[in-house]
Nanobody, 123 residues
Framework: QVRLQESGPGLVKPSQTLSLTCTVSGGSIATDYYYWSWIRQPPGKGLEWVGAIHTSGKTYYSPSLKSRTSISKYTSKNQFALQLTSVTPEDTAVYYC???????????????WGQGTQVTVSS
């Protein structure tokens, strides 16, 4: 059974870089032919796709966040990571990592999701 777990700081100051890691167990980011995705949900709003990385290493980013987003994978650790630079309070959200069949899906029923981690951007 595949499981994903997000980790990282819960509080980030404005203008700094948000860094999160997703640890995968019960599956392999090196061989499982899926997209490994980051999705967020700001308070009171719907799910927003941030970006994804395929098992092959190809990356995909939301056009609205592309200039500030970087997603990497670390096969030896079975992890993938998100970096979002120059954050503002509008980046405050619950951030989820997920294993999904297409790069930009936000439908929970189509993938395996982590439980989510709250990230607040505040000074």
């Amino acid at each position: 059974q595949v499981r994903l777990q997000e980790s990282g700081p819960g509080l980030v100051k404005p203008s700094q870089t948000l860094s999160l890691t997703c640890t995968v167990s019960g599956g392999s980011i090196a061989t499982d032919y899926y997209y490994w995705s980051w999705i967020r949900q700001p308070p009171g709003k719907g799910l927003e796709w941030v970006g994804a990385i395929h098992t092959s290493g190809k990356t995909y980013y939301s056009p609205s966040l592309k200039s500030r987003t970087s997603i990497s994978k670390y096969t030896s650790k079975n992890q993938f990571a998100l970096q979002l630079t120059s954050v503002t309070p509008e980046d405050t959200a619950v951030y989820y990592c997920a294993r999904v069949p297409t790069p930009d899906t936000v439908l929970r029923r189509l993938g395996v999701w982590g439980q989510g981690t709250q990230v607040t951007v505040s000074s």
